[in-house]
């Protein structure tokens, strides 16, 4: 079959959207389907969406837009909507797969336009706030529109609850856990300290700066080092946050994509101290490389693991018991190297042939042939 799959959220950007859009048009396209990517070019991050890429389909251009505590994307452009139109027109794909359907810009223009069967993914745990409510009756329009809705965990659909309504299906993320198990450890960090993980766009609803605080009290205990994945127009400002004493066991790398399995094979604990998640993505990419994870005990992060078997929930406003728990992960090896073990096997539930057949298996209930 051909597949269309709309997103704002792609590469170079980074994020559990991004992740979720990549591997499953690799894996659909491995089991010989053919999927195009329909996104907008980013040239606020870089050279990396003016690349050509002959399966994505660049339209308009997105920058940040800061809601629901994070930066999100929002695409404009003259012409975009007759831009989508002619894409969709031209391409006539048997299912037109939207994720994040409800929010602008390409998302709500896909549905709009689309003649064939639409199905929408749903990622987002998000408040309700006077727009929304203000918007009910408009957007039930376009979820009305939907052949499926999917939403990834149950914590997605807590927005939706007595507001909107629909015949949800759950179909969670996936994870590459042969790639993620394959990972090597870099060797500048392998010294005997305790390496910290933390993954993720640099905002406030992250927590990256409740992480500082409990670091900064476990790292008096034990010899350890922050590792900070990603990136985000806060970067300073978290930057500015680190006190002199730790800066030089602080490391900020960036935003990481090929490398991020050596990343994680560097770690000792991964760290996911977020207020906001409707899953968790990057747990099971620690999972999947066999790491043991301190995660804030929220709806999202408790659908993907349990409290004592693949690492521990915690409360996200507490910075002294993640303290306690990192001095424990440093101090207890096996208890380290048992959540790790059971993480690995949570992780291949989730693995990407079988999220993958999961939708295509959607697709076809709905007519869908090929």
């Known amino acids: 079959m051909k597949i269309g799959v709309v997103t704002e959220y792609y590469y170079p950007s ?8 990549h591997h499953f048009a690799r894996e659909a396209r491995r089991l010989g389907h053919t999927v195009r990517i329909v996104t907008s070019a980013m040239p606020d991050l870089g050279d990396g969406a003016a690349t050509p890429q002959p399966d994505v389909i660049r339209l308009g ?18 012409g975009i909507r007759g831009a989508v139109r002619e894409v969709l027109a031209r391409e006539r794909f048997d299912v037109v797969h939207v994720h994040a359907p409800l929010t602008p810009v390409l998302p709500l223009l896909a549905i709009h336009q689309a003649t064939g069967p639409i199905v929408g993914t749903f990622h ?15 957007l039930q329009r376009y979820l009305d529109r939907l052949d499926a809705a999917v939403a990834v965990s149950q914590a997605c659909l807590g ?57 900064h009290r476990a790292w008096r205990q034990v010899g350890a080092r922050l590792i900070v994945l990603g990136d985000g127009p806060l970067l300073p400002r978290y930057r500015a946050m680190v006190p002199r004493e730790l800066r030089e066991d602080v490391v900020f790398a960036g935003r990481v994509l090929d ?27 620690a999972m999947a490389a066999g790491k043991p994870v301190l995660a804030a005990d929220i709806d999202g992060f408790r659908e993907v693991m349990q409290h004592g078997r693949e690492g521990e929930l915690l409360s996200g406003d507490d910075p002294a018991a993640w303290a306690r728990a990192l001095v424990r992960i440093a101090r207890e090896p096996a208890r380290a190297q048992a959540y790790g073990e059971r993480g690995r096997l949570t992780a291949q539930r989730y693995a990407w042939p079988s999220v993958t057949r999961e939708v295509l298996g959607l697709y076809r209930s709905i007519g869908v042939r090929g």
Not at 259 to 285: K, M, N, Q
């Open 159 to 215: 927005a939706f609850r007595d507001r909107l309504h629909a015949d949800f299906r759950i179909i969670p993320n996936g994870v590459d856990t042969e790639r993620f198990a394959r990972g090597r450890r870099i060797r500048r960090y392998d010294d005997g300290k305790l390496n910290v993980l933390f993954v993720g766009r640099l905002e406030p609803r992250n927590g990256l700066d409740r992480l500082l605080a409990a670091f």
């Open 14 to 21: 980074v994020g559990g959207i991004q992740e979720h859009v």
């Open 124 to 138: 987002t745990n998000f408040r309700p706030g006077l727009l929304f409510r203000m918007m009910r009756g408009p």
């Open 259 to 285: 490398e991020r399995p050596d990343w994680y094979a560097t770690a000792d604990v991964y760290c996911a101290p977020t207020r906001v998640a409707s899953f968790g993505v990057t747990l099971l990419e």
């Open 61 to 78: 251009r997105s920058l940040p837009a800061y809601t629901n505590g994070g930066f999100g994307r929002v695409t404009g452009g003259l």
